[in-house]
DNA sequence: GCCGTTTTCGGCCCGACTGTTTTCAGTCG
């Protein structure tokens, strides 16, 4: 039986989760190993399962133990090692450590000594006082873990919130410092800044010299609800909505060795800090500095008793450590330092590449809010070359869009392109995929449009099969020039449909239908890994903002961020390339 | 448990905050 690398991985965490409340150490050895191993196998392109003992202890992080426990897994089903440590630290053991405030030296201590194994009964023991009888378990504590157990489901530890609810509430916050004075600099940072699908507490940084006011600013902030933690150059608070928000202050030098720190990821950070160490310095959130007695402290740096290598940029810091500038979104230990230090970082998309737009929505469909002409003066104003108005098909029964006044629609658009002379204007629609694979319209009318985005909206629960035969329909339909928001999902709220992304990647390279990255921040669609693959077998991409409103173009940002996520060459996004290019790339697939 | 132009042992990244501890352990990121 096959067993996937994600089934592979998932072991690996487990172990290491169990092993780290065994010994009772989140920084156990053998607990990071198990986390870089999963690391590891997450990361490789073949199956591990079709690996040797031998080969899967050449990969990096995974070692002659691991390597045959994973052979184990895949030749028996089953690792008697996991077993044993499952046997010892049953599920309702293991839930313990998901509740605020406990760790493994306390859910250990819990068990030897009142056999408290289960939330429940920390709850009991809580009430009866047998808890508050162990060493080290004051009225504070005591009372911490009731809060702990209240906030469980609520906010605990691995509650992840989608980037769409997270991004919004990074921005109100940073606006909101950026006010206060005293505030040099101000930026989110943490996976938000990584650009993840979904976040686990949002990370603000401040670049003070007046740490205590801006402290005491943030807890006023309306979206407070309780504070977590407040120190002179960290403070945690939790919003009405459950989402931690971390604040962290440094002196305004600082703030380049701060935003990387804070940035992460933890691994990335880690594999930083040892090219530092290599070189006889050391990295911490306030310097890159020569390594020595003194501890690079905004003490010590302000009194000028280290010698600092760098500190203000991550520019800098990256350069004195031999490596150019990585992204954040590229920041997984995935690979990335060894490309940045052989300077072979791949050409990136940024939000300024972006010279089209190919998917949005006027007020003519019923869910567009703007008008054809405040859309395009949009566009302009952001320095767009060309934009295609796809605005809902008939089939969508809510805001579908007649023939006639598609028609009508496109004696405007080339109107106004006329008009205006500054912009190429393509008039197109957003086709919904029929449960079978048929589209709106007929092919003829079809025939007409310049540019089409064909769109899963409805019948999202068929089989895998059934999904990749209307999408490849869709993908092969030779008017068809974009597959809009791939799989339909939308982050935290529905999974997306399931398909055969072979099939898919397959039709998509040999038509050249363009497979959209949907910026909108609650899709993201494509994913991550569908679009290294996709690229891997030679599709091509368009980001689109998917905009119902002239605002919404500035969602490009978004869309080029996912795709630096997934390491796409700017040139394998059509709407990075010049007006002439892709107008003549467009007329190719169509034919 | 992993790793090695210091290579088979002895290291393994760094710091803040809380609560309880008279100097630090546990938790968290």
């Excluded at 566009?379 to 070359?385: C, D, K, P, S, T």
Aim: contains cysteine.
């Amino acid at each position: 039986m096959a067993r996937t690398n994600d089934e592979v991985a998932r072991l690996l965490a487990e172990l290491a989760e169990l092993t780290e409340l065994d010994e009772g150490s989140p920084n156990a050895f053998r607990v990071r190993a198990y986390q870089n191993a999963e690391r590891a196998v997450r990361g490789l392109e073949e199956d591990a399962a079709g690996l040797s003992a031998a080969d899967l202890a050449k990969v990096k992080g995974i070692g002659k133990s691991i390597a045959g426990r994973i052979r184990e897994y895949v030749d028996t089903g089953s690792i008697a090692k996991l077993d044993q440590l499952r046997e010892a630290h049953p599920p309702s053991k293991l839930a313990l450590m998901k509740v605020p405030g406990l760790g493994p030296k306390t859910v250990q201590q819990l068990d030897r000594e009142l056999g408290i194994r289960s939330v429940e009964a920390l709850v009991a023991g809580l009430d009866d006082g047998s808890v508050a009888s162990l060493e080290g378990m004051g009225e504070r504590t005591i009372e911490n873990l009731r809060d702990g157990i209240t906030a469980l489901g609520l906010s605990s530890k691995d509650r992840r919130v989608p980037i769409a609810t997270a991004l919004p509430l990074a921005e109100r916050v940073v606006a909101a410092l950026g006010n206060v004075a005293g505030v040099v600099e101000v930026a989110y940072a943490g996976s938000l800044r990584r650009f993840r699908e979904d976040i686990g507490d949002v990370d603000v940084l401040v670049a003070t010299d007046h740490p205590a006011s801006v402290h005491r600013a943030f807890l006023d902030l309306e979206e407070v609800d309780r504070t977590i933690a407040a120190g002179e150059t960290k403070t945690s608070i939790v919003t009405r909505d459950g989402i931690q928000v971390d604040l962290r202050t440094v002196p305004p030098g600082s703030f380049g060795a701060a935003m990387l720190y804070f940035t992460g990821s933890k691994a990335h950070n880690i594999r930083l800090r040892q090219r530092a160490q290599e070189r006889g310095w050391t990295l911490n959130e306030y310097a890159l500095s020569l390594a020595g007695p003194q501890a690079p402290t905004p003490r010590a740096l302000a009194a000028g008793d280290l010698e600092v290598v760098a500190a203000g940029t991550e520019a800098d810091i990256y350069a004195a450590l031999g490596l150019a500038d990585i992204p954040p979104e590229l920041r997984e230990d995935d690979g990335e330092v060894e490309l940045a230090a052989g300077g072979d970082l791949p050409a990136l998309v940024r939000a300024e590449d972006l010279r089209g737009d190919l998917h949005d929505h006027t007020d003519l469909s019923g869910d567009g809010r703007d008008p054809l002409e405040a859309l395009v003066a949009a566009a302009v104003g952001r320095g767009l070359e060309y934009l295609a108005i796809t605005d809902h098909a008939e089939d969508l029964t809510i805001n579908g869009v007649s023939r006639e006044a598609m028609l009508s629609q496109r004696e405007s658009i080339r109107e106004l392109e006329q008009q205006r002379g500054d912009i190429a204007l393509l008039h197109g629609a957003e086709l919904n995929i029929g449960r079978h694979g048929g589209l709106d319209y007929d092919d003829r009318f079809l025939a007409g449009f310049d540019w089409l985005v064909a769109s899963v909206h409805s019948h999202l629960s068929l089989d895998a099969g059934e999904q990749t035969a209307r999408v490849v329909a869709a993908i092969r339909h030779p008017s068809v020039t974009a597959i809009g928001h791939l799989t339909a999902r939308l982050l935290g709220r529905r999974p997306g449909i399931d398909l055969d992304l072979d099939q898919v990647f397959t039709a998509a390279a040999e038509t050249g239908t363009a497979i959209e990255i949907n910026a909108a921040l609650p899709r993201l669609d494509a994913a991550v890994p569908v679009i290294r693959e996709g690229a891997r077998r030679g599709c091509t991409f368009v980001i689109s903002t998917d905009a119902h409103a002239a605002s919404e173009l500035d969602r490009a940002r978004f869309g080029a961020a996912q795709a630096r996520r997934a390491r796409l060459e700017r040139d394998r996004v059509a709407n990075t390339w010049e007006r002439e290019r892709f107008l003549a790339w467009v007329s190719r697939i169509r034919g």
